[in-house]
Protein backbone atom coordinates (compact mmCIF):
# COMPACT_ATOMS: atom_id res chain seq x y z
CA UNK A 1 0.00 0.00 0.00
CA UNK A 2 1.54 3.33 -1.33
CA UNK A 3 1.27 5.88 1.57
CA UNK A 4 1.32 9.70 -0.56
CA UNK A 5 2.92 11.72 1.87
CA UNK A 6 0.83 15.37 2.13
CA UNK A 7 2.98 18.42 1.39
CA UNK A 8 4.24 20.52 4.12
CA UNK A 9 2.95 24.00 5.15
CA UNK A 10 4.66 26.38 2.52
CA UNK A 11 7.56 28.73 3.88
CA UNK A 12 6.13 32.23 4.82
CA UNK A 13 8.81 34.20 3.66
CA UNK A 14 7.38 37.48 5.16
CA UNK A 15 7.97 35.75 8.59
CA UNK A 16 11.54 34.67 8.29
CA UNK A 17 12.46 37.87 7.36
CA UNK A 18 11.18 39.02 10.03
CA UNK A 19 12.37 36.67 12.63
CA UNK A 20 15.79 36.74 10.88
CA UNK A 21 15.86 40.88 11.66
CA UNK A 22 14.76 40.55 15.02
CA UNK A 23 17.69 37.66 15.64
CA UNK A 24 20.08 39.72 14.12
CA UNK A 25 18.55 43.04 16.21
CA UNK A 26 18.81 41.49 19.29
CA UNK A 27 22.38 39.34 18.78
CA UNK A 28 23.69 43.67 17.97
CA UNK A 29 23.01 44.53 21.29
CA UNK A 30 23.97 41.26 23.03
CA UNK A 31 27.35 40.96 20.83
CA UNK A 32 27.76 44.74 22.19
CA UNK A 33 27.81 44.15 25.66
CA UNK A 34 29.27 40.63 26.38
CA UNK A 35 31.68 40.59 23.29
CA UNK A 36 31.99 37.99 20.91
CA UNK A 37 33.87 35.85 22.55
CA UNK A 38 31.77 35.30 25.67
CA UNK A 39 28.71 35.40 23.82
CA UNK A 40 26.69 32.59 24.49
CA UNK A 41 23.89 31.76 21.64
CA UNK A 42 21.71 30.20 24.27
CA UNK A 43 21.48 33.97 26.21
CA UNK A 44 20.17 35.23 22.53
CA UNK A 45 17.95 32.08 22.31
CA UNK A 46 16.33 32.81 25.61
CA UNK A 47 15.77 36.65 24.96
CA UNK A 48 14.00 36.02 21.79
CA UNK A 49 11.67 33.31 23.65
CA UNK A 50 13.15 30.55 20.73
CA UNK A 51 15.13 27.15 20.64
CA UNK A 52 19.06 27.66 20.25
CA UNK A 53 18.02 25.59 17.40
CA UNK A 54 16.06 28.27 15.54
CA UNK A 55 18.91 30.53 15.94
CA UNK A 56 21.20 27.92 14.20
CA UNK A 57 18.47 27.39 11.50
CA UNK A 58 19.22 31.11 10.26
CA UNK A 59 22.95 31.54 11.37
CA UNK A 60 24.73 28.05 11.03
CA UNK A 61 27.48 29.22 13.64
CA UNK A 62 28.10 32.22 16.35
CA UNK A 63 31.01 33.25 13.53
CA UNK A 64 28.10 33.32 10.85
CA UNK A 65 25.72 35.25 13.11
CA UNK A 66 28.20 37.99 14.60
CA UNK A 67 29.31 38.82 10.82
CA UNK A 68 25.68 38.89 9.60
CA UNK A 69 25.65 41.16 11.96
CA UNK A 70 27.59 43.66 11.24
CA UNK A 71 27.47 43.11 7.26
CA UNK A 72 23.20 44.26 7.89
CA UNK A 73 24.66 46.81 10.18
CA UNK A 74 26.26 48.32 7.34
CA UNK A 75 24.11 47.82 4.68
CA UNK A 76 21.33 49.84 7.27
CA UNK A 77 23.84 52.76 7.21
CA UNK A 78 24.23 53.02 3.25
CA UNK A 79 20.21 52.71 3.10
CA UNK A 80 19.84 55.29 5.60
CA UNK A 81 22.39 58.04 4.18
CA UNK A 82 21.33 57.25 0.61
CA UNK A 83 17.19 57.82 1.89
CA UNK A 84 18.43 61.36 3.20
CA UNK A 85 20.71 62.42 0.04
CA UNK A 86 17.91 61.47 -2.50
CA UNK A 87 16.01 63.80 -1.53
CA UNK A 88 18.80 66.21 -1.88
CA UNK A 89 19.76 67.81 -5.47
CA UNK A 90 22.36 70.10 -5.21
CA UNK A 91 25.74 68.42 -5.19
CA UNK A 92 27.09 70.18 -1.76
CA UNK A 93 23.73 69.87 -0.11
CA UNK A 94 24.13 65.92 -0.70
CA UNK A 95 27.62 65.96 0.90
CA UNK A 96 26.37 67.33 3.86
CA UNK A 97 23.52 65.81 4.28
CA UNK A 98 25.18 62.28 4.00
CA UNK A 99 27.69 63.48 6.69
CA UNK A 100 24.99 64.56 8.83
CA UNK A 101 22.79 61.52 7.83
CA UNK A 102 26.38 58.80 8.75
CA UNK A 103 26.46 60.33 12.42
CA UNK A 104 22.99 60.46 13.26
CA UNK A 105 22.47 57.03 12.02
CA UNK A 106 25.11 56.08 14.84
CA UNK A 107 24.36 58.53 17.34
CA UNK A 108 21.04 55.93 17.57
CA UNK A 109 22.67 52.89 16.97
CA UNK A 110 25.68 53.35 19.02
CA UNK A 111 25.97 49.59 19.24
CA UNK A 112 27.47 48.97 15.69
CA UNK A 113 30.41 50.77 16.31
CA UNK A 114 31.39 48.49 19.51
CA UNK A 115 30.75 45.33 16.87
CA UNK A 116 33.48 47.19 14.56
CA UNK A 117 36.20 46.67 17.21
CA UNK A 118 34.96 43.24 17.72
CA UNK A 119 35.02 42.60 14.05
CA UNK A 120 38.81 43.74 13.81
CA UNK A 121 39.83 41.85 16.92
CA UNK A 122 38.49 38.57 15.86
CA UNK A 123 38.31 38.26 12.48
CA UNK A 124 40.79 39.48 10.92
CA UNK A 125 40.95 36.88 8.29
CA UNK A 126 38.19 38.88 6.34
CA UNK A 127 39.82 40.32 3.20
CA UNK A 128 38.61 43.95 4.63
CA UNK A 129 36.50 44.95 7.72
CA UNK A 130 32.58 45.60 6.59
CA UNK A 131 32.92 49.27 6.82
CA UNK A 132 35.99 49.63 4.60
CA UNK A 133 34.28 46.98 2.27
CA UNK A 134 31.03 48.71 1.63
CA UNK A 135 32.76 52.57 1.37
CA UNK A 136 34.96 51.17 -1.52
CA UNK A 137 31.72 49.49 -3.14
CA UNK A 138 29.07 52.38 -2.65
CA UNK A 139 32.01 55.27 -3.61
CA UNK A 140 30.54 55.09 -7.65
CA UNK A 141 27.67 57.83 -7.78
CA UNK A 142 29.89 59.86 -5.21
CA UNK A 143 32.83 59.66 -7.72
CA UNK A 144 30.45 61.06 -10.55
CA UNK A 145 29.10 63.91 -8.31
CA UNK A 146 32.22 65.10 -7.42
CA UNK A 147 33.13 65.39 -10.99
CA UNK A 148 30.39 67.32 -11.71
CA UNK A 149 31.07 69.82 -8.98
CA UNK A 150 34.48 70.47 -10.43
CA UNK A 151 33.24 71.04 -13.91
CA UNK A 152 30.75 73.42 -12.47
CA UNK A 153 33.74 74.96 -10.88
CA UNK A 154 32.37 74.96 -7.35
CA UNK A 155 35.34 72.52 -5.91
CA UNK A 156 39.04 72.34 -6.76
CA UNK A 157 40.09 69.58 -9.23
CA UNK A 158 41.69 67.52 -7.09
CA UNK A 159 42.18 63.81 -6.23
CA UNK A 160 38.88 63.14 -5.86
CA UNK A 161 39.80 59.40 -4.34
CA UNK A 162 41.92 61.17 -1.74
CA UNK A 163 39.04 63.33 -1.03
CA UNK A 164 36.58 60.75 -0.73
CA UNK A 165 39.07 58.62 1.71
CA UNK A 166 39.87 61.70 3.70
CA UNK A 167 36.01 62.55 4.46
CA UNK A 168 35.43 58.79 5.49
CA UNK A 169 38.07 58.67 7.46
CA UNK A 170 37.28 61.52 9.33
CA UNK A 171 33.98 60.32 9.96
CA UNK A 172 35.13 56.59 11.21
CA UNK A 173 37.37 58.09 13.12
CA UNK A 174 34.84 60.38 15.34
CA UNK A 175 32.51 57.43 15.40
CA UNK A 176 35.13 55.67 17.06
CA UNK A 177 36.40 58.93 19.22
CA UNK A 178 32.34 59.27 20.50
CA UNK A 179 32.64 55.12 21.53
CA UNK A 180 36.02 55.10 23.15
CA UNK A 181 35.63 58.43 24.76
CA UNK A 182 31.67 58.03 25.62
CA UNK A 183 31.71 62.18 24.06
CA UNK A 184 28.30 63.32 24.28
CA UNK A 185 28.37 66.13 21.61
CA UNK A 186 25.57 65.92 19.11
CA UNK A 187 25.55 65.01 15.88
CA UNK A 188 24.42 68.31 14.24
CA UNK A 189 27.24 70.15 16.06
CA UNK A 190 29.94 67.77 15.13
CA UNK A 191 28.14 67.84 11.25
CA UNK A 192 28.38 71.62 11.42
CA UNK A 193 32.19 71.69 12.63
CA UNK A 194 33.16 68.78 10.21
CA UNK A 195 31.39 70.92 7.02
CA UNK A 196 33.13 73.96 8.63
CA UNK A 197 36.67 72.47 8.68
CA UNK A 198 36.18 70.24 5.32
CA UNK A 199 34.40 72.91 3.41
CA UNK A 200 36.33 75.88 4.43
CA UNK A 201 39.56 74.96 6.07
CA UNK A 202 41.61 76.77 8.78
CA UNK A 203 43.03 79.49 6.67
CA UNK A 204 41.93 82.47 5.95
CA UNK A 205 42.09 83.58 2.43
CA UNK A 206 45.11 85.76 2.55
CA UNK A 207 47.02 82.36 4.24
CA UNK A 208 45.59 80.42 1.81
CA UNK A 209 47.29 82.44 -1.05
CA UNK A 210 50.65 82.66 0.44
CA UNK A 211 50.60 78.46 1.45
CA UNK A 212 49.95 78.11 -2.29
CA UNK A 213 52.86 80.05 -3.47
CA UNK A 214 55.63 79.04 -0.90
CA UNK A 215 54.67 75.38 -0.30
Known sequence: MTVTKKPGRPKDEQLQARREEEILDAAAVLFAKTGYADTDVQVLA???QVGKGTIYRYFPSKRELFLATVDRGMQRLHAAVE???AQVDDGLERIVTAITAFLQFFSE????VELFVQERAHFKDRAQPAYFAVHQAKVGPWREMYQQLVAAGRVRDCD????HDVVSDLLYGTILANHFTGRRVSFETQSRNIVDLVFLG???ESERRRFQVTK
Open 109 to 112: QPEL
Open 46 to 48: DQL
Open 83 to 85: ARV
Open 202 to 204: ILT
Open 160 to 163: HAKE
